[in-house]
């Protein structure tokens, strides 16, 4: 077993079943216009964490470990967004409305683009999720079986809602899980850190946590 230094003690893993989770780092996480946006969200600290996601996908590539990419989205026909998600709220524009990236949150649309400096590469998976967690209806069950993944580095926003509910979905599937603490971000730090918190406590619970730096020194 090789070994990540992290929190809250070291993560084993084999290279061999290791992949890295990069979980919508979409403009329409990103950008003023967007999904987050029209929450009334601040959006400038997802752009921040572009540049260190970026080091930890070029990292895993350079290992030749699976990048996978997921996206919070819906169909163009909204069949799978429940009006209990779309009704939710009093965002300045809801899901499946045109704003000025496009229908916000729907499949194909410019605004729901991974952002290009984080842009899949082909043959990478790419997971189209119409939940929080990557796991509900989608395909990411057999796409780690098919690749052989036990261990799984999580990256990618928001930290407590769409990374934590797939850490926890995976964590219950049996995977080992650990989020890299810099390459997350919420738009909300205390939540951010008590997400990070939680995830550790009592033994690694949920998961553990490191740097990217000590995730790349890991992998290297
Ligand atoms: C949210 C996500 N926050 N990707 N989605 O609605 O975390």
């Not at 400038?44 to 990048?67: E, M, N, Q, W, Y």
């Not at 683009?113 to 999720?129: Q, S």
């Not at 008590?194 to 553990?208: E, P, T, Y």
Request: with cysteine.
């Amino acid at each position: 077993m090789a070994e990540i230094a992290a929190q809250p003690f070291a993560f084993g893993f084999k290279p061999e079943t290791t992949a890295l989770i990069v979980i919508d780092m979409q403009r329409d996480f990103a950008e003023p216009g967007g999904f987050g946006a029209s929450l009334g969200n601040d959006v400038s600290r997802v752009v921040a964490i572009v540049p260190t996601v970026k080091r930890l996908i070029d990292g895993f590539r350079a290992a030749g470990l699976p990048v996978i990419h997921t996206m919070e989205c819906h169909r163009p026909d909204l069949s799978d967004l429940p009006p209990a998600k779309r009704d939710r709220g009093n965002p300045s524009i809801r899901i499946g409305d045109m704003g000025p990236m496009g229908r916000l949150l729907i499949a194909g649309e410019p605004g729901t683009a991974i952002l290009d400096e984080l842009a899949p590469l082909p043959g990478e998976i790419v997971i189209e999720k119409p939940g929080k967690g990557a796991f509900y209806a989608t395909s990411l069950s057999n796409d780690l079986k098919w690749i052989g993944a036990r261990q799984l580095v999580f990256a990618g926003v928001t930290t407590e809602v769409c990374v934590q509910t797939t850490m926890r979905e995976a964590n219950d599937r049996g995977y080992e899980c650990l989020v890299a603490e810099d390459a997350t971000e919420s738009y909300f730090p205390e939540f951010k850190a008590a997400a990070l918190a939680m995830i550790r406590a009592q033994g690694a619970i949920v998961g553990w946590t490191a740097t990217t730096d000590q995730v790349l020194e890991g992998i290297a």
